[in-house]
């Protein structure tokens, strides 16, 4: 299974300010996805990132606030810009590898 | 939206069967049923699937009835480290770049 790594692992912000999360694969995946959990929630997918062309965002996610990049098969970034408090949450990133999804660690945001 | 319905909670004792029941009515022919899990804090871990044979694997067994509108997951023998929220989702992962949509899940927890 692929194995997935997030940078910064948790980070406190404060608000106004943008945050850029990395995530590695160690195989190449053609699909990638990104997902917020919010505290006490469940997981809400925000858009799927496909290498060489622009992310495809969900209902409620808008790439100004949430720009993505996705520059090869083994990496991608989720910027959370201009954050508020109601951006605290887990940021997830996911791959899919031979028709299974596969979670990194999570990226743990508090804003103040 | 989730596609399928489950218990907000249950309890098992350590070395116990768990058995986690899952309601997906509306699942099309195409669609598999996921099993994941998630310890606290931590990414959704993935844990088995099927489409409509029941599976095994070393953590777990999935029974999927014959009209395929409801499954069961069974750990067999349940330990303190099982303790999880436990989602079931059905998806076509086998169509590309479709991602995973994640319910509320069912928090099971484990006791000595």
């Known amino acids: 299974s692929a194995v997935i790594s997030q940078k910064p692992s948790r980070d406190i912000c404060q608000r106004g300010t943008s945050l850029t999360i990395q995530c590695q694969v160690d195989?190449?995946?053609?699909?990638m996805f990104w997902y917020r959990q919010q505290p006490g929630q469940s997981l809400t997918l925000i858009a799927t990132?496909?290498?060489?062309?622009?992310?495809?965002?969900e209902s409620g996610f808008v790439i100004d606030k949430f720009p993505i990049s996705r520059p090869n098969l083994t990496f991608s970034t989720l910027t959370v810009s201009n954050m508020s408090p109601e951006d605290s949450s887990i940021y997830l990133c996911s791959v899919e590898d031979r028709l299974l999804q596969y979670f990194g660690p999570g990226t743990r945001l508090t804003v103040t | 939206d989730a596609k399928t319905t489950q218990p907000p909670s249950m309890d098992c004792a350590e070395g116990r069967a768990a058995n986690l029941p899952c309601n997906h009515s509306?699942?099309?022919?195409?669609?598999?049923v996921y099993w994941y899990r998630q310890i606290h804090s931590q990414g959704p871990q993935y844990i088995i699937h099927g489409l409509k044979n029941n599976e095994t694997n070393e953590m777990a067994s999935l029974i999927i009835t014959e009209d395929r509108k409801s499954s069961t997951l069974i750990l067999p023998h349940a330990t303190l480290r099982d303790t999880a929220v436990y989602y079931c989702?059905?998806?076509?992962?086998?169509?590309?770049?479709?991602?995973?949509?994640f319910g509320k899940g069912t928090t099971l927890s484990v006791s000595s």
């Open positions: 990132a496909n290498q060489g062309s622009e992310a495809t965002y």
């Open positions: 509306t699942i099309s022919g195409n669609e598999y």
């Open positions: 195989s190449q995946v053609t699909m």
């Open positions: 989702i059905v998806s076509r992962l086998n169509q590309a770049g479709t991602a995973l949509i």
